[in-house]
Structures are given as structure tokens and as C-alpha cells.
């Protein structure tokens, strides 16, 4: 992993999460009515939480779970839901104060530890599982690859992650973003091949596989194990 790199990236997403995007996102997460791009996107994740949270036992009751990268914290709701003990760990402070509001009056069976801070460095690992969702879809390939190690590196059982599949529909969405305000764009998102993700990924197991298209969410999920 390049040092520099990884941290000028990571300044710039806690930079458009927390400040640029923050109100934008706290209604995408939200149960507020949306049209058009926003509901197809909405539609995307909600389709891909569940995708993920379908690889985590039912019943997490006494589990681990790190939720990396956790935004407003709906996926780490739902397992501690079903009995977990989550570390929700996000850069964006205003997503993470959001979650944590949100999470109050909940009745969950297990807990949340809502954190502000960077998902590489955790509190009170190793997890059993860790979930990566859309957390890792800005970085190039040696700090996506680096990344996902050290992720991996944080689970005893299996850990789940979300990248953006190469593919010419998604380039098309790119060049298109591209024409909005700077101050409107997200973080540039950097595409990876799936044969590429799997290479990079060749000395762990694949256990699950999945691809979400939705409008202009498109996102591939995994789930492997050391």
C-alpha cells in the first residue's frame, strides 16, 4: 500500500462524506420518498445489504461483526438485530453521529459501538465477521488489494466486501458524472475487473458471489475466507 496515496484518498472521502454529501445521504438512507437516479441507487443498496447480511448466519447472538466503511449504519442495525456485537466504524463523523441517533431507540438484541475513525483500525478486534460494504470502491488496485488483506486479516470466520465491476455501462455513468459541479461529485470511483479482484484475492477462498445492477448502482459482492 502506498501510505500517501491511501491517505489522500481517504481525506477525500471523509472530506465529501461528512461535508459535500452529508444531508444528500442522510435522506438516500433514510425512509424519506425519491425519484429517479436516487431511488434506482437507494433500491441498489437496499438489494445489496441484503445480499451481504444473507451470508451472515440468521442468528448472530454472540457474534463479532466489524461493519467497515459503516455510513449511516443500516447494515450494522440489522446484525445486531439478530444478536450481534458490532464496531460500526466510519470516516464521516456526520454519518456516524446520524447512525448512532437512529440506532437509539431500536430494539436490538445485540449492540453497536458506533466509531468515527479509520475502518483499517478498528477497536477490539479480530471479528468474526467483517462487512465491507461500497468502502473500498474509491481505492486503485495495490490500496484495494492492500486494503482487503488487512480486512481480511480482521476475521476469524469470513469477511464480505463490495467492489465496482469494470464494466462499459459503468464507464459510460463515469464520463457522465464527470459533467456535474465538482463540489456535487463523490470521490472518483475506481472500476476493477472481476478476474483482477480474484487474482488479487487468489490465495483466500471465495464462498459467495454477486452482482447488483440498479440505474447507476452497479456493484459486485464477495465473500471469502483465509
Not at 441498489?44 to 440468521?58: E, I, V
Not at 456516524?96 to 438484541?109: F, G, I, W
Not at 473500498?136 to 465491476?165: E, G, K, N
Amino acid at each position: 500500500m502506498s501510505a500517501t496515496n491511501y491517505l489522500r484518498r481517504r481525506n477525500e472521502i471523509e472530506e465529501y462524506f461528512d461535508r459535500t454529501a452529508a444531508d444528500a445521504w442522510a435522506r438516500l438512507t433514510s425512509d424519506e420518498p425519491l425519484t429517479g437516479v436516487r431511488a434506482t441507487v437507494r433500491a441498489g443498496r437496499d438489494n445489496m445489504r441484503a445480499t451481504l447480511m444473507s451470508w451472515l448466519p440468521q442468528d448472530l447472538q454472540g457474534a463479532r461483526v466489524l461493519d467497515a466503511g459503516c455510513g449511516a449504519g443500516q447494515l450494522a442495525m440489522e446484525a445486531a438485530a439478530r444478536g450481534a456485537d458490532v464496531v460500526a466504524i466510519d470516516l464521516s463523523k456526520s454519518l456516524v453521529d446520524l447512525a448512532a441517533e437512529r440506532a437509539q431507540n431500536l430494539p436490538l438484541k445485540g449492540s453497536v459501538d458506533f466509531r468515527v475513525g479509520d475502518m483499517l483500525n478498528p477497536p477490539g478486534g479480530p471479528f468474526d465477521y467483517v462487512v465491507c460494504m461500497d468502502s473500498v470502491i474509491h481505492y486503485d488496485m495495490q490500496d484495494f488489494q492492500s486494503t482487503l488483506y488487512r480486512l481480511i486479516s480482521l476475521s476469524t470466520q469470513s469477511c464480505s466486501f463490495t467492489f465496482a465491476p469494470s464494466t462499459p455501462l459503468l464507464s459510460v455513468m463515469h464520463a457522465v458524472g464527470k459533467l456535474f459541479p465538482r463540489g456535487d461529485r463523490s470521490p472518483a470511483i475506481k472500476p476493477h475487473s472481476e478476474q483482477s479482484v480474484y487474482k488479487a484475492l487468489s490465495d483466500y477462498r471465495i464462498l459467495n458471489s454477486k452482482r447488483i445492477k440498479s440505474g447507476f448502482y452497479i456493484s459486485h459482492a464477495v465473500e471469502v475466507s483465509g
